[in-house]
């Protein structure tokens, strides 16, 4: 089976940064694109950043030059670095991996970030 196993979350205030790291394994597990989306109350799940497998980036047009997705492709990780953190980027994040040969999408378990004074 495959499981991801996200880490980084807490609470910041206005203005802060965070960073946020997935790591996908599993036997014989490989992926093609990584990346983060988000849940907030109220609201729909929504996709933050993603990265694929030679390197294309895609953001939210909301975090679009405020985070930054980065991969280690040899260990199937993906990270998330959020700087300039709103009030409005608290929700749950979840980190996804999708198989590089089935295309069914993996999930983290996700990791509360919270941004308040």
């Known amino acids: 089976q495959v499981q991801l196993v996200e880490s980084g979350g807490g609470q910041v205030q206005p203005g802060g940064s965070l960073r946020l790291s997935c790591v996908a394994s599993?036997?014989?597990?490989?992926?093609?694109?990584m990346g983060w989306y988000r849940q907030a109350p109220g609201k729909q799940r929504e996709l933050v950043a993603s990265?694929?497998?030679?390197?294309?980036?895609n953001y939210a047009d909301s975090v679009k030059g405020r985070f930054t997705i980065s991969r280690d492709y040899a260990k199937n990780s993906v990270y998330l670095q959020m700087n300039s953190l709103k009030p409005e980027d608290t929700a749950v994040y979840y980190c996804?991996?999708?198989?590089?040969?089935?295309?069914?999408?993996?999930w983290g378990q996700g990791t509360q970030v919270t941004i308040s004074s």
């Open positions: 996804y991996a999708n198989g590089r040969y089935s295309g069914i999408a993996f």
């Open positions: 990265k694929s497998n030679i390197g294309n980036a």
């Open positions: 599993g036997n014989g597990f490989s992926v093609n694109v």
